[in-house]
C-alpha cells in the first residue's frame, strides 16, 4: 500500500495528474487503471480520476500487478467482412474495445482476432496483433486487421499516406445548414478535461473531415462523413465544434436521446491490396440499433 498526502499546493490538480506527478515510475495508464479498479482511495473513500483535490486529503493507493504481456485468446463471435492471405476485415459491434489498455484486458477484438486466427502480424507488438488501425469503444463498423508483417507495413503506409478511404456514417444533433462541408480545425487533447479532444487550442495534430447530407430529419441531420486523417475522437469532436455533436454522443454536448450508445458507424473502407494491388471497397450494414433508431425518426417525418 502506498500512502500519499495532499497539500495546499495540490489543490485544484486532477486525482489522475496529482498520482502521476507523485508516482512517475508507474505509467499514466497503470495510475487510471489503479483508479478505475477502485484500488485509489481518497479519505478512505474510491476516487474518480476528475476528481479535483483540494489539498487536505489522504490517499491510499493499492498497486495492482502488471497486465498479461500478450493478448490472450478468447472465444468471441466475430463477424468477418472480407479474408485473403493479407488483410482479414471484421465488422466491429459497438461496445467492443479494440485492444487491452487501462482497465480492459478481456473481451477485446484482438482476445478474439487471436482465438480465431492465430498467428497475426507482429508489428504493433504483443498486446495488439495485426491492429493497424482503430476505432472507438462505441463506434461499429469495419476495421482492418494484417495477417502477416509485410502486410501491416503495406497497410500502414497507405493510412499515413492518406490512400485509404474511410467513409462513416452519422446522425448528429440540429440542422446542419449546408448540404455539404469540410472542417480542418487541427485536435489536440483538453487540457482540462483528459478523457476529451478539443478544436479549441492554436496548437493540435491536422485533420480534415468532409460531410455530406443524406437526409434531415426533425431536429437530427444524418451525415455521410469522409476523413482524410485519423486522430482521436475525429468525427465527434470536429462535428461538435460546429455545433452539431454526435446523436447520443454526451462526452461531445450531445442532448439526451433515447440511443443506446452514440450513432458513429464506420461503413465503408478501401485500401490497396498489399500483393495484388487491387484495390478492395469493403462495406459494413448499418448497425441494427441505429437502422431502428433511424426507422423511428422516419416514422415521425
Known sequence: ???????????????????????????RSRVAEWIDDRRVQVNGA??????????????EVEPAGLPPLRAVAEDLPLEILYEDTDVIAINKPAGMVVHAGAGRHSGTLTNALVHRFGKLSEVAGDLRPGIVHRLDRFTSGVILVARTDAAHRHLAAQFAGREVEKIY????????????????????????????????????????TEYKVLRRFEGFTYLQVKI????????????????????????????AAELPRFFLHAHQIAFTSPTSA????????????????LDSLAALS
Request: charged content about 25%.
Open 228 to 255: 482524410g486523417t485519423g486522430r482521436t475522437h475525429q468525427i465527434r469532436v470536429h462535428l461538435a465544434s460546429i455545433g452539431h455533436p454526435v446523436a447520443g454522443d454526451k462526452l461531445y454536448g450531445a442532448p
Open 1 to 27: 500500500m502506498i500512502h500519499l498526502d495532499s497539500s495546499k499546493d495540490d489543490a485544484g490538480k486532477r486525482l489522475d495528474q496529482f498520482l502521476h506527478d507523485k508516482l512517475p515510475q508507474y505509467s
Open 46 to 59: 474510491p476516487g474518480k480520476r476528475s476528481y479535483l483535490l483540494k489539498g487536505s486529503e489522504r490517499i
Open 278 to 293: 487491387t484495390r478492395v471497397t469493403i462495406t459494413a450494414p448499418l448497425a441494427s440499433e441505429l437502422q431502428q433508431f
Open 169 to 208: 456514417l452519422a446522425l448528429v444533433h440540429g440542422s446542419v445548414k449546408t448540404e455539404q462541408g469540410r472542417i480542418t480545425k487541427p485536435i489536440s487533447r483538453d487540457p482540462i478535461h483528459r478523457t476529451r479532444m478539443t478544436t479549441r487550442l492554436a496548437s493540435g495534430r491536422s485533420a480534415i
